[in-house]
């Protein structure tokens, strides 16, 4: 876990397991690393990244307020595999969110991830380990035959039983994207 935090902090990107699929992530504040990310996995940056969390006071500063309704909605579905669409606040990097008005951020429920943030002490990117256009990894192996070495780190773990991404859904019209 050390290392992976150092990792994180020197602006690397590292691989780790998540709820249902591999996951690369980087530091959500430097843009070398998310340039880097970007780069290692040929994604477009107009498309964004998720930012997952260890806990909802992690996400709160990346968010503007929000309505005490809304704050519901998101209590009852974190911890857990929810990402919601939130009116990002000025902390979070244009890359993160890509060219649109939202920021997706999630709380996750994996053990192994909430440590991970715990020790970093704020949310990281988490994009599905995989070149764009492939299936995600389901595996430290198919991280390593993906990335090769351009990986600065990966993080054992098993993945969390989860057997499809998480949804993806828009805080302020509650509109389903990915279910």
């Known amino acids: 876990m050390e290392q992976a935090v150092h990792t994180l902090q020197q602006g690397g990107v590292i691989a780790y397991p998540t709820e249902a699929v591999w996951g690369v992530g980087c530091d959500p504040a430097n843009t070398q690393a998310l340039e880097k990310?970007?780069?290692?996995?040929a994604r477009d940056p107009n498309k964004g990244v998720i930012l997952i969390a260890a806990s909802t006071d992690q996400v709160l500063p990346l968010m503007t307020e929000i309505t005490p309704e809304q704050q519901g909605?998101?209590?009852?579905?974190?911890?857990g595999p929810n990402t919601w669409l939130v009116p990002p606040?000025?902390?979070v990097h244009s890359l993160v969110k890509g060219q649109h008005p939202l920021v997706a951020v999630?709380?996750?429920a994996h053990p192994l991830v909430q440590a991970l943030c715990q020790a970093f002490g704020g949310a990281i990117v988490s994009t599905s380990a995989n070149l764009a256009g492939e299936a995600p990894a389901?595996?430290?192996q198919q991280v390593t035959d993906y990335?090769?070495?351009?990986?600065?780190?990966i993080l054992p773990g098993e993945l969390g039983g989860a057997d499809n991404p998480s949804t993806i859904r828009n805080l302020l019209t509650g509109e389903t994207l990915r279910p």
Do not use: I, N, Y
Request: aromatic share 10%.
């Open 147 to 153: 990335f090769g070495e351009q990986l600065d780190f």
């Open 37 to 41: 990310l970007m780069a290692l996995k």
């Open 138 to 140: 389901m595996s430290a």
């Open 89 to 91: 606040s000025g902390r």
């Open 106 to 108: 999630r709380v996750t």
């Open 73 to 79: 909605r998101l209590d009852e579905t974190w911890p």
